[in-house]
Nanobody, 116 residues
Framework: QAQLVESGGGLVQPGESLRLSCSAP????????KAWFRQAPGKERELVAA????????YHADSVKGRFTISRDNAKNTVYLEMNNLKPEDTAVYYC???WGEGNYWGQGTQVTVSA
């Protein structure tokens, strides 16, 4: 069973940046759909960004469009979420999700806190 390893969360001030990473040791990323979700306290998990296996179909939620960017490095079997101009409302636990066509696998989650 695939294991997704996330990193890059932390505490930042409004306007700062973070880059989240998600890797799958031992699995190939090139033929998988990838996504980042987040869940804030008391709220449902929401889709933030998604990237199809072909690298051409990309989605960013309206709330993060222009500030966040999903990308991949197939050679490193890693998917990234670059987050710029962070806002307090971006505070949440962020989860990566990868689907190799056999169902979604989830990372353990990484906390992002944006606070002055």
């Amino acid at each position: 069973q695939a294991q997704l390893v996330e990193s890059g969360g932390g505490l930042v001030q409004p306007g700062e940046s973070l880059r989240l990473s998600c890797s799958a040791p031992g699995r190939t990323f090139s033929k998988s759909d990838k996504a980042w979700f987040r869940q804030a306290p008391g709220k449902e998990r929401e889709l933030v960004a998604a990237l199809r296996w072909n690298g051409e179909d990309i989605y960013h939620a309206d709330s993060v469009k222009g500030r966040f960017t999903i990308s991949r490095d197939n050679a490193k079997n890693t998917v990234y979420l670059e987050m710029n101009n962070l806002k307090p409302e971006d505070t949440a636990v962020y989860y990566c999700s990868v689907d190799w066509g056999e169902g979604n696998y989830w990372g353990q989650g990484t906390q992002v806190t944006v606070s002055a």
